[in-house]
Structure formats: structure tokens, C-alpha cells
């Protein structure tokens, strides 16, 4: 049997890790960096959207506070209450599309990986 063959789990990982800076990490290193930035731009989106909707509920409430009786305060509430309907079903779609965006990165960043390892890892003639 060669020396180079792993016998242990620990084996191959130290074989994997002796293999030289650009053989694993760049092949491995950048699909995660592909999935990372993509829940980034998600999270981003989030934070985005919850700003708009803080923003929408304090300028609520600077007019209410300028109502001059309750009929006008309940046309600012149902006003307010369709658009924050409206609002959070536009972001559900987007985050929806979102989410399939990166499931799809995930499945292609796994293949890429696992492309990567087979070959790194294919016994050498």
C-alpha cells in the first residue's frame, strides 16, 4: 500500500491540509464566500425593508397626533394599515425570491465543492 493513502479519517484531512495553499482553499473557500454574501444582501434587504416600515409608523404617528377628530384618525389608520398590507406582501415576494436565489447557490456552491474535493482527493497515477 503507498504511504500517501489515508488510512483514518485524520489521515486524509492531513492530507488535504499538506496539499499546498491553492489546491483546497480557493476551490473551497469560494463557494461559501459566494453563499455568504448572498444571506449578506438578504440580510441587508431585511434592514432595508424594516427601516421603511419604522419610518412609515412614526410619520403615522406624527399624524394622528395632528388629527383633528376621530374620523380623520381612522382614514390615517386604514390609509396606513393598506399600505403595511401592501408593503409586507411586496417583501415576502422578495424575500421569497431571495431565498430560492441562494438555495439555488447552495445546491451549485455543494456540487462545485464536492467537483473540487473528488479531484483534489483522486489518487494521483
Known sequence: MPADTPKTPLDLL??????????????????????????????IEALDFLRARLEGDRQLVARLAEA????????????????????YSSETTRLAASATEIAEKAVRAATEEGASLAETLKPKP
Open 14 to 43: 492531513s492530507q488535504m491540509m499538506s496539499m499546498g495553499q491553492g489546491a483546497m482553499s480557493s476551490s473551497m473557500v469560494k463557494p461559501q464566500a459566494m453563499m455568504m454574501e448572498a444571506m449578506l444582501r438578504q440580510n
Open 68 to 87: 383633528k377628530d376621530p374620523t380623520e384618525a381612522m382614514s390615517l389608520w386604514s390609509e396606513f394599515l393598506q399600505r403595511m398590507m401592501t408593503d
